[in-house]
């Protein structure tokens, strides 16, 4: 039975996309099967793990409007081990066409549940918005994981987020957990970094995962090439932090 985790921030550029292509293939190298579902409609996840999106016939697009079987959306990515969802910017109008559609919010996790026996994890890129696509993720998943950029406004917009989830467990998926929050982006050359990781500690009562995954230039690029970090450059500092965060979510589950 896997587990299915929700990789959320209504703020954009957190670090989102990067944590689920790099945590997911980091699980994936620790040996477990692993699924990547791309929600969000720029499929930054879906290109960062090497596939053309241009050349790609079903995706969870025609999956939501129902087109297409969840079998015929599957694809390999450059990591063995780990499988894709992908997504393309036609999934902006699936909103549009689920419109008046019975339960709506559960159309991704009537799909999900055909696929829990095969898989260990199911991780979930979501669009930097609450929006109908969010909530689909939501309903599916088992944990909501949470990355949190160390900047300023850190805290910006997480007590919304932190309020839909309440939402989501009231009225449709009363299972639903925060894993945590994993702090992103942490420059070792500011105090300001610091200082944001402690005033998160202080405010917030989720749990919140030791690792913190740094500014790293190897990181930023690896996407580009269509690769995770741990096969652009295993040994970098990036590559470590995200095979330590992947030994914590498997010892959560335990």
């Known amino acids: 039975m896997s587990r299915i985790i929700a990789i959320t921030n209504q703020k954009g550029g957190v670090g989102k996309t990067t944590t689920v292509i790099n945590l997911a293939a980091c699980l994936a190298e620790a040996g477990k099967k692993v699924l990547a579902v791309d929600m969000d409609p ?3 996840s879906s290109s960062g793990l090497g596939l053309q999106k241009d050349k790609l016939k079903n995706t969870v697009y025609e999956l939501m409007i129902g087109s297409a079987e969840i079998e015929d959306c599957l694809y390999e990515s450059s990591m063995k081990g780990l499988s894709l969802l992908p997504s393309t910017v ?7 066409e689920l ?4 339960d709506s919010q559960f159309v991704l996790k009537k799909q999900l549940d055909k696929l829990r026996e095969s898989y260990d994890y199911i991780m979930i ?5 609450l929006n109908l696509l969010t909530i689909n993720a939501l309903a599916a998943s088992d ?3 949470v990355p949190i950029q160390c900047e300023y406004y850190a805290l910006e917009g997480l007590s919304q987020l932190l309020y839909t989830i309440g939402l989501v467990q009231k009225g449709l998926n009363p299972g639903l957990e925060i894993e945590g929050v994993v702090f992103t982006m942490y420059d070792v050359r500011t105090n300001l970094s610091l200082q944001v990781v402690e005033n998160v500690k202080q405010h917030l009562k989720q749990n919140i995962y030791k690792t913190i995954i740094p500014r790293n230039v190897r990181l930023a690029e690896a996407p580009s090439h269509g690769l995770p970090i741990i096969l652009y450059d295993s040994r970098s500092t990036g590559a470590e932090s995200y095979r330590q965060l992947a030994g914590e979510v498997i010892r959560y589950g335990k």
Do not use: F, K, R, Y
Request: one cysteine or more.
């Open 42 to 44: 720029q499929g930054n």
């Open 90 to 96: 036609h999934l902006a109008g699936a909103e549009v």
């Open 99 to 102: 419109i008046g559609v019975a």
């Open 125 to 129: 890129d979501c669009p930097p918005s």
């Open 143 to 145: 944990t909501v994981l």
